[in-house]
Nanobody, 124 residues
Framework: QVQLVESGGGLVQAGGSLRLSCAAS????????MGWFRQAPGKECERVAA????????NEADSVRGRFTISRDNAKNMVYLQMNAMKAEDTGVYYC?????????????????WGQGTQVTVSS
């Protein structure tokens, strides 16, 4: 089990940067793959980025590749999403989610623990 709390959302101008943080309270954080998802009005929930349980592998959606970077610090039970060169279409509620070790971390349904989300708004 793991509980997740996101922070760092807010309002940013197009072209600007924002860093999201996700704090995990579980004792087995390092056994979970972690992902960042976003939900924008009228759009499907999208997996923005994911990182393996060990941190050795990452995956980013085509829409954010080269602009967003996911990272984790298992010693601190934290996962981050650094967002650069932000665009208006990046606006949405961003969720931190966890997938148990042994599941396919590149499949959305593997993520069965979710935070409450943090709002990100990009002005243009």
């Amino acid at each position: 089990q793991v509980q997740l709390v996101e922070s760092g959302g807010g309002l940013v101008q197009a072209g600007g940067s924002l860093r999201l943080s996700c704090a995990a309270s579980g004792r087995a954080f390092s056994t979970y793959s972690m992902g960042w998802f976003r939900q924008a009005p009228g759009k499907e929930c999208e997996r923005v980025a994911a990182i393996s349980w060990s941190g050795g592998s990452t995956n980013e959606a085509d829409s954010v590749r080269g602009r967003f970077t996911i990272s984790r610090d298992n010693a601190k039970n934290m996962v981050y999403l650094q967002m650069n060169a932000m665009k208006a279409e990046d606006t949405g509620v961003y969720y931190c989610a966890a997938a148990p070790k042994g599941s396919n971390w590149l499949v959305d349904r593997a993520y069965n623990y979710w935070g409450q989300g943090t709002q990100v708004t990009v002005s243009s």
